[in-house]
């Protein structure tokens, strides 16, 4: 029996929160997360109108396509590789303004487990009309894209055999959670390790390889979440011979790798790739 099983999103019925979209749920409560996070898909002209979470900071991450971003009146043009964080209370509101390529958004509500937990409240509708952005930037949150970020000089001693790892959000800027973005290319991987004092949780953006959590060793593949309790032994490696794996995730409440308690507990053994292959 898997303890930490992988969650794919298209394994995932929609809230029903809108018929023009996707928005699912994939890790929440019932996976023992503090924090859900979530996967939308708006197709081309698609669009969520202003609306706010009460309780609770949000981050988004663009993976695919480009649209308008709105906070409280500004109006923001966003890409792939755009990173946000939203503050509770403020409202916020997208479009996809391309007219063939769906928009991919995968994000996190800190500290609340469920939508409504986020004290969720729609606000107007779509924005279809506001296809320009008038700003640079917003007045509240933070918003960094991952082209302007640097790639991080990780100890491989500590088995950190990534390729590229960045944080385009953490205490550097200013905020209490650290969100990551790691290429692990052909033959990469991140040995077994725990973060003592805080969740993770991780989002394959494309690739297939080889995880483990605790005693699980499973598969991964493009699609999967995986939440990782703090404390717990997890580790990524990538098989393939041509094609990185890329992922996205979360160190929850945790501003910095040293503040999440970063453990190195070991190398990745034979036995271990044989049991996730079987």
Known sequence: MTRYPLINAADVEPLGVSTEFDFKLPITRRHGSSTAAYHTLFPPGAGLGGH????????????????????????????????????????????????????????????????????????????????????????????????????????????????????????????GSTLFRARFMPGAVHKKHAHRHCEEIYFVISGRGLAGAGDDRVEVRAGDFHYIPAGVEHWLHNLSGTDPIEVVGIYVNAASVEATGYTYLGDVTEADLAAARA
């Open 52 to 175: 706010l979470h009460r309780n609770c900071d949000e981050i988004a991450v663009h993976l695919a396509g480009t649209g308008v971003a709105g906070q409280n009146g500004e109006r923001v043009e966003v890409r792939s590789g755009t990173c946000r964080v939203v503050p509770a209370g403020v409202e916020r509101s997208f479009v996809n303004t391309s007219e063939s390529e769906d928009a991919l958004v995968v994000g996190f509500f800190v500290g609340c487990p469920t939508l409504e937990d986020t004290g969720f409240e729609m606000r107007g509708r779509p924005p279809r009309d506001e296809r320009a952005a008038d700003a640079d930037g917003f007045s509240d949150g933070l918003m960094v894209h991952l082209d302007d970020v640097e790639p991080e000089n990780m100890d491989e001693g500590d088995g950190w055999m990534i390729s590229d790892f960045r944080l385009p959000i953490s205490g550097r800027i200013g905020y």
